[in-house]
């Protein structure tokens, strides 16, 4: 099977990255580089690789999962999941006021990620 690269995520955004992956049923592996060491250890950056006819979902799936893009929800209808209270299409809590528009952006623009979704015009 044909595996193209997605570029890339430190060892900690790993866990969140593998997760959406396996949740999506999308066969994965992860292929560390080296980036520097210090006398606490390695720093990596792992470069992810999907299945090439899922590499667009995969990528859509981890913009999606890292918040980047995300600019304005739909109106929320449903019960505030900070108060409970009765929202009918609205984009923040009558009540509490909390705001259902998720944050944009989760990732900074230096992120090799979203460096990598500029590369190929996929932002
Ligand atoms: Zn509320």
Same mark, same amino acid.
């Given at each position: 099977?044909?595996?193209?690269?997605?570029?890339?995520?430190?060892?900690?955004?790993?866990?969140?990255?593998?997760? @959406?992956?396996?949740?999506? $049923? /999308?066969?994965?592996?992860?292929?560390a580089?080296?980036? *520097?060491?210090? =006398? +606490?250890? #390695?720093?990596?950056?792992?470069?992810?690789?999907?299945?090439?006819?899922?590499?667009?979902?995969?990528?859509?799936? @981890?913009?999606?999962?890292? $918040? /980047?893009?995300?600019?304005?929800?739909?109106?929320?209808? *449903?019960?505030? =999941? +900070?108060? #409970?209270?009765?929202?009918?299409?609205?984009?923040?809590?009558?009540?509490?006021?909390?705001?259902f528009?998720?944050?944009?952006?989760l990732?900074?623009?230096?992120?090799?990620?979203?460096?990598?979704?500029?590369?190929?015009?996929?932002?």
């Amino acid at each position: 099977m044909k595996m193209k690269r997605i570029s890339s995520f430190s060892t900690r955004e790993c866990a969140h990255v593998f997760s @959406l992956l396996r949740n999506a $049923g /999308i066969q994965f592996y992860a292929r560390a580089e080296l980036m *520097g060491v210090t =006398p +606490a250890g #390695g720093i990596h950056r792992h470069h992810i690789f999907v299945p090439e006819k899922n590499w667009q979902c995969a990528i859509d799936l @981890l913009k999606e999962g890292f $918040g /980047i893009n995300r600019i304005s929800a739909a109106p929320f209808t *449903g019960a505030c =999941p +900070a108060c #409970g209270a009765a929202v009918h299409s609205r984009t923040e809590c009558p009540d509490c006021g909390i705001s259902f528009n998720p944050s944009p952006g989760l990732l900074p623009d230096s992120h090799p990620f979203v460096s990598f979704l500029d590369e190929y015009g996929l932002r």
